[in-house]
């Protein structure tokens, strides 16, 4: 696990819908707002579909009947390696995906919560989170270092499909964004590095999680300590996305107007939309672009250990991937045998 948490329950803020001081009052309380049913089910669903048969047509997960049980038939990737890419770029092309940030639900949740010139970055994140992939799981950050321009930025985190705890949820250090920026180290899983979080910080503070269903939408300011919980499925992708809002005449990065891991451009990413409305659509907004800056990481870089660190995960990854596989081959078998017998 990521470290030694002791969990409680995450509250929703569904009550305090309609009063933006008693939002950001909850907010600066908690580090978190957390909405219920918030989100259209049915768009959420079609989302869902959309991801999932991207995948199932880069060969992640089995299609047919059971596309919306996301049942992984890859090997984990983990960020940086070429398979991870492959999944990555084809949720990185989809129109519902970089829709879903605007829309008009999220959006008024979003500037009741920080106000009405609130809109997403165009760098929006797609998190596909493979079954026993433990080592990967989201470790402990704030967002700020990543994202930079304003600390008042706020993310938006979006189940795709139900996610209980053992699919692997988001976590919140509550409290943490009264904190300041933490140091930083690095880690193997996404973003490469992690928050160092002081002990009186954890002694004070409580992790808080939930089970989220589809619908629900959860935020958070970019100070707040947030990880995920592991997926300790056996089959199943966990399936989640993360938008970034700021507001209007606040400073923004480079990185944050460009597709996440710049691999594709927009013009690649929008061949095959159906609408353009959405496209470029921050042209047209008033910001100030400022520089990204380089953060210092509390450990030096060390090669053997990282090869070493590398080496067991490799080793255990390789022996979770040859139970998952007898696993689906098992389900896929009565099906081949009735096949064979018609
Ligand atoms: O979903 C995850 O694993 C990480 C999400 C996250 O770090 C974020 O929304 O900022």
Sequence with gaps: MNNDWAFLPMRSSNDLLGDPDALRARLDDDSYL????????????????????????????????????AVV??????????????????????????????????????????????????LKISRLGFPGHYEISTPPHQDYPNNQGTPLLTAAWVPVGDIPTDLGGLAVLRGSHR?????????????????????????????????????????????????ALHNCTELNMRVSVDFRYQLEGEPLTPIVLQPHFQRLTWDEIYAGWSSTELQYYWRGLDYEVTEFQEYELVSEADDADDLKKLQTYMRRVAAREERRRAKVAAMDAPRRRWRLSR
């Design 34 to 69: 957390l909405f219920r049913g918030v989100l259209d089910p049915e768009k959420v669903d079609g989302l869902r579909r959309d991801i999932l048969e991207a995948l199932a047509a880069v060969g992640w997960i089995r299609g047919g009947p059971d596309l919306m049980d």
């Design 73 to 122: 038939t890859a090997k984990p990737a983990r960020e940086g390696e070429p398979e991870f890419f492959v999944g990555n770029d084809a949720v990185q092309r989809l129109e519902s995906f970089h829709s879903l940030a605007h829309d008009p639900d999220l959006l008024d949740i979003m500037r009741q919560v920080r106000g009405p010139s609130a809109f997403p970055h165009p």
């Design 179 to 227: 904190h300041g920026l933490l140091p930083l180290d690095r880690h193997m899983a996404a973003g490469m590095r992690c928050a160092v979080i002081p002990d009186d910080m954890r002694e004070e503070l409580r992790w808080v999680t939930t089970d989220y269903r589809a619908g629900d939408v959860l935020l958070f300011p970019s100070m707040t300590v947030h990880a």
